[in-house]
Every structure is written in structure tokens, then in C-alpha cells.
């Protein structure tokens, strides 16, 4: 009996690992259907871009260009730029500083799904303190235990992490689906000292940081990559990061005027930037690797819905919201 009993709990766990894999898989290829998404490393090296086409032009705001419901921007021709909210996903490592030029590399961390929904989720839960967010992001990155977090941080999680995946942090079936297939997270002195500071109840953020963030110059590994290098972008347009710190960086984005325009947007065939699956990687030294959260200025914007699964119908609308600058 407890054989059979232990059998049927196995396949249970494989039949819920094989159908959760499906059913990313299949999101992931919906979501780039007809569409052009950001999902690749940079390539600085064979596509030159044209710095006259905005020598002496002003960027626009990129946060007043359309979204989709996912939190994609809808790009058009011009040069634009703005302000976002990012977060530490690489601790122990520099903070950024004017010596750290930066690209991009696709976000990649342990628990990657649950931290690609916390900073999407953030990018509507603007009311959420940025604090709280990026103490739940170092609790799911090092792998400590969701019921040693914080009441506030505890919170945080349920405004922005389904059920599921907060059972999964507290080391539900798929946790231990994870287990049995050696997928664990970086052991590092650095994480196992996190995962510490979550054991013992920590309730002070700059105990965390101290740990997280070296206060301390990065090591340049290539003195020749320039921090205002631009870097093109699968679609045919460019893009550059400047972090003012680990918890702020600007993103600048020049779109050739022959790349997209209003008739490509009319068909459907829509632009995206999407920061949430990219994190602002150094391309010269060992400083933070950044996951980009919602811009640090909240302005009413139109959100475009964007139907992956067939032709797309656009339907314009506004999202009720007062303007704001958030802390």
C-alpha cells in the first residue's frame, strides 16, 4: 500500500513538471508571435549606428509611447530616453559607477520566471516600496526561505507572485521538482550570508545591502568599451544604459526612421521593447547585473492590447493614473 501510495505521489510531481514546462513553452511562443521582442544579447560588433542621426537633438520621454498589456513599450522613429526603477540581482558585486559602461544580457537568475513576474508586476504595483521589492528579489535569487522573509516583504510577494509560485518559494512539489533536477541557486559567501540574514530575522535593509552592494571600485576588465556605446537591438534599432546606482538607471533608445512607423503599427506589426526580460549587464567590469523595473516617473500612458495568437486588433485605451514622481 505505501508503495503504490509513493508511486502515485511520483507521478503526480512528473505530471505537474511535464505540464508547467508545456505550458511556459507555449507562453513563451505566444508572446513573441508577429511581434519583435528584445530576447537576445547584445551585438555591438556588426551593426554601426549613425551618431549624427541625434547629434544635437533633445530625447523625447520614452514612457510617453504606447504599451502593450504586458508592459512593452511600442516603439516609433525618434530618440527618446527615460528614467527606471532597477534592482540588485547579482549580489556581492560593485555598485555602478561612472567607470562601468553597460550592456544588456537576457535575464537570467535562479527562479527566473517568479523574478520576471515580480518586476512585471512592479511595473502596475507602483504604490509598492521599491525597498520591499528588492528584498523579495534577493530572498528568491539566493534561495532562502519565503516564511523567514518579513511581514512587509511577505506582503510585497502576495501583491505581486501568484499562488503558485509562492508555494514553489516555500518549497512546494515544484521546488522539489527543482531539487531533483540540481537546479540550485549560486552558493556564493555572498548568497549563503543573504540567506543568513533571512534566517536570523533581519529587519534592517542596509544589513542586506552592506552585503549585496560592494561600496567599492569594480575591476575594468576592457578599457576600451565606452560607457555612451550604443548597442543594436534585434528589430534594427539601438540602445544604451546609464545606472546612476543599483537602484536607478536611464535607458536611451534611437529607432532609425526606416525601421518602423504608423503604417507597421496599423498592421500590427509592432516595435517592443520589453526591459523586464533584459537585465542592464556591465560590458567592461564586474559591476551589478540590474533587473529594470517601472519608470521612476508615473504619467498616464495609452496601453495598446496586443493579441499574440492571431491578427492583431488594436484597441486603445487609458490607464487611470495621476502623474507622480515615485520615491
Known amino acids: 500500500m505505501v508503495r503504490k501510495l509513493h508511486l502515485l505521489i511520483y507521478g503526480c510531481i512528473i505530471l505537474i513538471a511535464c505540464t508547467s514546462r508545456n505550458a511556459v513553452r507555449s507562453s513563451n511562443s505566444n508572446n513573441l508571435n508577429d511581434t519583435v521582442a528584445i530576447v537576445a544579447e547584445i551585438d555591438s560588433t556588426s551593426h554601426d549606428m549613425d551618431t549624427m542621426a541625434i547629434t544635437g537633438k533633445t530625447a523625447a520621454s520614452l514612457v510617453d509611447l504606447p504599451v502593450t498589456q504586458d508592459g512593452a513599450i511600442i516603439l516609433s522613429p525618434g530618440f ?37 513576474t515580480a518586476l512585471r508586476q512592479s511595473l502596475t504595483r507602483t504604490d509598492l516600496e521599491q525597498k520591499n521589492i528588492q528584498l523579495l528579489l534577493w530572498s528568491i535569487v539566493s534561495g532562502s526561505k519565503y516564511d523567514q522573509l518579513s511581514p512587509q516583504v511577505q506582503q510585497t510577494a502576495r501583491q505581486l507572485l501568484t499562488r503558485k509560485q509562492i508555494f514553489e518559494l516555500r518549497g512546494g512539489v515544484t521546488g522539489m521538482i527543482k531539487r531533483m533536477t540540481n537546479y540550485i541557486p549560486n552558493n556564493s559567501g555572498d548568497m ?93 567590469s564586474n559591476a551589478q547585473h540590474l533587473g529594470i523595473g517601472a519608470p521612476v516617473i508615473e504619467i498616464l500612458r495609452k496601453v495598446i492590447q496586443v493579441n499574440t495568437n492571431g491578427p492583431k486588433l488594436p484597441q486603445p485605451k487609458t490607464t487611470p493614473k495621476n502623474p507622480k514622481t515615485s520615491s
Open 80 to 116: 527618446y530616453e527615460a528614467d527606471f526603477k532597477s534592482y540588485c540581482l547579482q549580489p556581492g558585486t560593485p555598485d555602478p559607477s561612472p567607470r562601468d559602461a553597460y550592456g544588456q544580457q537576457v535575464l537570467n537568475t535562479y527562479h527566473k520566471d517568479i523574478v520576471e
Open 192 to 284: 549563503a550570508a543573504i540567506k543568513g540574514l533571512f534566517e536570523k530575522g533581519a529587519n534592517s535593509y542596509e544589513a542586506f545591502e552592506k552585503i549585496a552592494v560592494r561600496h567599492e571600485p569594480s575591476i575594468i576588465t576592457d578599457p576600451d568599451y565606452r560607457r555612451d556605446q550604443w548597442n543594436w537591438q534585434p528589430g534594427g534599432y539601438f540602445l544604451r544604459y546609464y545606472p546612476a546606482s543599483y537602484k536607478q538607471l536611464k535607458v536611451q533608445v534611437y529607432v532609425p526612421d526606416a525601421v518602423t512607423g504608423a503604417s507597421a503599427n496599423a498592421t500590427g506589426k509592432y516595435l517592443l521593447f520589453d526591459p523586464v526580460l533584459l537585465m542592464a549587464a556591465p560590458a567592461n
